[in-house]
T-cell receptor, first 110, second 113 residues
Framework: QKEVEQNSGPLSVPEGAIASLNCTYS??????FFWYRQYSGKSPELIMS????GDKEDGRFTAQLNKASQYVSLLIRDSQPSDSATYLC??????????FGQGTRLTINP | NAGVTQTPKFQVLKTGQSMTLQCAQD?????MYWYRQDPGMGLRLIYY???????DKGEVPNGYNVSRLNKREFSLRLESAAPSQTSVYFC????????????FGPGTRLTVL
């Protein structure tokens, strides 16, 4: 079992709709969870961090964490074509490292 | 602040050649990391340096060496490049213990022929 799993997609969402991206992780002691956005040919950019169970909102982005189910998700409201990218889920491994999922490719259709 | 910078942006090597990828950060971060990213494999950790003067192996260290030259700089060396090392290499840094966020440089696209 991979440590961090994501559906590779592609996930296709119409403009203005809600995009929902999911991630599961295997290490029950993980405490820090991150979403990175990566445009084609560019480096990963941190867009959300979440440490506690529940929801965390930042603009059009909401991260949701459920530690009991070992599940973290990212919702993007009012999706825009500029949101088209690959989204990477990352989970801490100990105090020093992150483990990344393979990423979900998201396409927003105008 | 420039953040995390990497040189070169692109490089083509022949099998057996050596090269060093350079990384520097101006954010006074303690920890630095080298990843490679391959299609379908995600980001994989090669080496990291938790603090100045220390380095540790990651998931895929074979064929690589690193040097934490000072707090700002962390280099990755390929002693004898192989086609399997064709990849995009990212350097990242992390502020300090207790903060797990990592911030990435722009990457180096390496092709080994």
């Amino acid at each position: 079992q991979k440590e961090v799993e994501q559906n590779s997609g592609p996930l296709s969402v119409p403009e203005g709709a809600i995009a929902s991206l999911n991630c599961t992780y295997s290490d029950r002691v993980s405490q820090s969870f991150f979403w990175y956005r990566q445009y084609s040919g560019k480096s990963p950019e941190l867009i959300m961090s979440i440490y506690s169970n529940g929801d965390k909102e930042d603009g059009r982005f909401t991260a949701q964490l459920n530690k009991a189910s070992q599940y973290v998700s990212l919702l993007i409201r009012d999706s825009q074509p500029s949101d088209s990218a690959t989204y990477l889920c990352a989970v801490n491994q100990g105090a020093q490292k992150l483990v990344f999922g393979q990423g979900t490719r998201l396409t927003i259709n105008p | 602040n420039a953040g995390v910078t990497q040189t070169p942006k692109f490089q083509v090597l022949k099998t057996g050649q050596s090269m060093t990828l350079q990384c520097a950060q101006d954010m006074n971060h303690n920890s630095m990391y080298w990843y490679r990213q391959d299609p379908g494999m995600g980001l994989r950790l090669i080496y990291y340096s938790a603090s100045e003067g220390t380095t540790d192996k990651g998931e895929v260290p074979n064929g690589y060496n690193v040097s934490r030259l000072n707090k700002r700089e962390f280099s990755l060396r390929l002693e004898s490049a192989a086609p399997s090392q064709t990849s995009v290499y990212f350097c990242a840094s992390r502020p300090r213990l207790g903060y797990n966020e990592q911030f990435f440089g722009p990457g180096t696209r390496l092709t080994v022929l």
